[in-house]
Nanobody
Framework: QVQLVESGGGLVQAGGSLSLSCAASGRTFSSYAMGWFRQALGKEREFVAAINWSGGTTYYADSVKGRFTISRNIPKNTLYLQMNSLKPEDTAVYYC?????????????????????WGQGTQVTVSS
């Protein structure tokens, strides 16, 4: 089991930046891939970004490509999501998740059902 705790959400104006963190514990941090998902009010949870065990392979949703950057610091057991050029449509609760495998395909990265541990979420609100 992995315990995940997100932080860093908040209110920001359109065009601004936020950095989310996800602290992990309970399992060797370098043994599993991780992802970020988001869920806006009244909508389904959607894929944002994912990263393999080493950080050498990343995946992004088209809607955030070029604006968001996912990374991980293995010694600190922490996953990050740097969000730049934020838009009102980025408003959502953001969740980090741990995958069963250390290496994942694009399809696995984007499928929330393939992740087995989730954090509690952190709210990101982008005002226009």
């Amino acid at each position: 089991q992995v315990q995940l705790v997100e932080s860093g959400g908040g209110l920001v104006q359109a065009g601004g930046s936020l950095s989310l963190s996800c602290a992990a514990s309970g399992r060797t941090f370098s043994s599993y891939a991780m992802g970020w998902f988001r869920q806006a009010l009244g909508k389904e949870r959607e894929f944002v970004a994912a990263i393999n065990w080493s950080g050498g392979t990343t995946y992004y949703a088209d809607s955030v490509k070029g604006r968001f950057t996912i990374s991980r610091n293995i010694p600190k057991n922490t996953l990050y999501l740097q969000m730049n050029s934020l838009k009102p449509e980025d408003t959502a609760v953001y969740y980090c998740a741990a995958h069963n495998s250390d290496e994942i395909t694009t399809a696995q990265a984007m499928d929330p059902l393939s992740y087995y541990n989730w954090g509690q979420g952190t709210q990101v609100t982008v005002s226009s």
